[in-house]
Nanobody, 127 residues
Framework: QGQLVESGGGLVQAGGSLRLSCAASGRAFITYPMAWFRQAPGKERVFVAAISWNGRDSDYTASVRGRFTISRDNAKNTAYLQMNSLKPEDTAVYYC????????????????????WGQGTQVTVSS
């Protein structure tokens, strides 16, 4: 069984930046599509960004497009989410996820499409 561990969350002022990391254990993860989701208090976990297994394709939810960038370094078994121009509405617990599927491209949709999850990292953006 593999494991995902997020880091990099914290408190930042509006307009600031953070970079989240997701370290995966197990070589299989370099072949899996991955994604970031977030969950605000009292709300459902929602899709933020996805990346293909080789990093060539990525997708974003509309509210973060142009501000967030998802990437991965398979040599380090790590995925990243660079978050710029942060807004108070970006405040949430951020989770990375991996889908145990051999496919080209990204997987965009709900959490049920993903098989492995990290424990989450809190991002708080103050106004």
């Amino acid at each position: 069984q593999g494991q995902l561990v997020e880091s990099g969350g914290g408190l930042v002022q509006a307009g600031g930046s953070l970079r989240l990391s997701c370290a995966a254990s197990g070589r299989a993860f370099i072949t899996y599509p991955m994604a970031w989701f977030r969950q605000a208090p009292g709300k459902e976990r929602v899709f933020v960004a996805a990346i293909s297994w080789n990093g060539r394709d990525s997708d974003y939810t509309a509210s973060v497009r142009g501000r967030f960038t998802i990437s991965r370094d398979n040599a380090k078994n790590t995925a990243y989410l660079q978050m710029n121009s942060l807004k108070p509405e970006d405040t949430a617990v951020y989770y990375c996820a991996a889908a145990a599927k051999q496919q080209i491209g990204t997987i965009v949709g709900g959490p049920e499409l993903y098989d492995y999850w990290g424990q989450g990292t809190q991002v708080t953006v103050s106004s």
